[in-house]
């Protein structure tokens, strides 16, 4: 078996091993650990819907769906690599492999999409149940350098315009150019400018959650500001990579580069929340019922 | 510095955010240059609408307690502790009290005060206008 496939199967098994058993555990075992020690009774605005012993068996069962999900992704994978060993693949030295490792990925972010979402609905209902009440803010202004070093940033758009700059050196200067060269632009401003939105809108956007505690929503905006930040570098430095394996005909990389890339993103980003917003230390008690006010 | 709002209560909620401004510069929570942050920012915070808070803002101003520095931002005056503690509505009741006391011993009944209120405040919309 030649280097290049070794390579490729070892990547493809990480992915696997990534998206569709580690990071699905650590999402369950995070829910499961909410539902134990935060219960309903003590943590009402937890729970905007009535949480009865049906509720908790469907979120249970849930749970236990979610996870055999992800696990039959993981045995797809898994019986993509048998096939490919038994009918002894390698990827094509022209390109376009890759194709597949992005079929599959999307395949495996669909459940942890669906949790995202899932996540998304019950701030809603929270939202929706706080009618009323008093309402508390910080008097100090957030700045994007305050949750992240202006070098970062600087680095995030030298990467963005260098690749830019790279791409037409590659392309020519003179237009006009072929579609792709059109798509390929327009396609990486526009995600540079999903990041910066998605970063503007936790930074003085509405809070998705309306009961979270002030030290978490910084720990969270930094979160968010970290993953748009990086995740923009390394969409920059990804292009760059596969524009220079086409320019030197190194295409039979494309599809290790391809799953490294996601590999990366999802490490980076899924993992950085991980570790900053660690549910240990969440402060729990914003979900308690409020105290009646006794006038003094 | 945190500020709180009671969205059932009967204070309107730009005169809440006024006064809770006011509070923390009087109790030394923030002080002169101090930023504030965006009315965006605290409009949100607070689940408010942007013109609430802008309104807040646009007194507090005017009663020289917060300045505006274009794109930099919102500061808090200089001279923002001595400003919270005067109160401009008790100084307009002070003023109408007198006023009022002095036009009824003149002799001018209550229906010609409030029509020659009115006539003023019309006067001065429409000059406005």
Redesign the interface.
Known sequence: MSAILLLFYAVFLSQIFLISIYFPMKIRSRILYVIKNYPPKEYPKLYPKPYDFYAEKAAKSGLSTYRNINLFIAAIGLGILVWALASGYSPHPLGGDEIFVMLYLLLQVAPILYAEIRTFKLYWGMREAN????????????NLFDFISPAFVALAVLLYAGFIVFYLYDKGFTAPWEWEVYVTIAGITGMNLLFAGMIAKH?????LN?HQA?KDRLRQIETIVKIGIFASIAASVFLILTSLVDKYELEVFDPVLTSLYFQIITFFGLGLEFRTVKVETVDFSVYKEDKPVIPT | ????????GEVPLFAQVIEQ?KK?ILCD??GPGD????I???A?????NNKTVAKAYILLERDSVIQTKGYR?TFIHPEAKVNSSVDLNEWVLTKFNETITALRKAGVTDSEIRIAFGNVMNYRTDKEE
């Open positions: 009618v009323g009440g008093s309402r508390k803010a910080e008097l100090n202004p957030r930074l003085v956007g509405k809070k309306p002030h | 510095m945190e500020i709180i709002i009671d969205i059932d401004i923390a929570k923030i930023a504030l942050p965006s965006r920012q605290l949100n915070d607070l689940g408010m931002g």
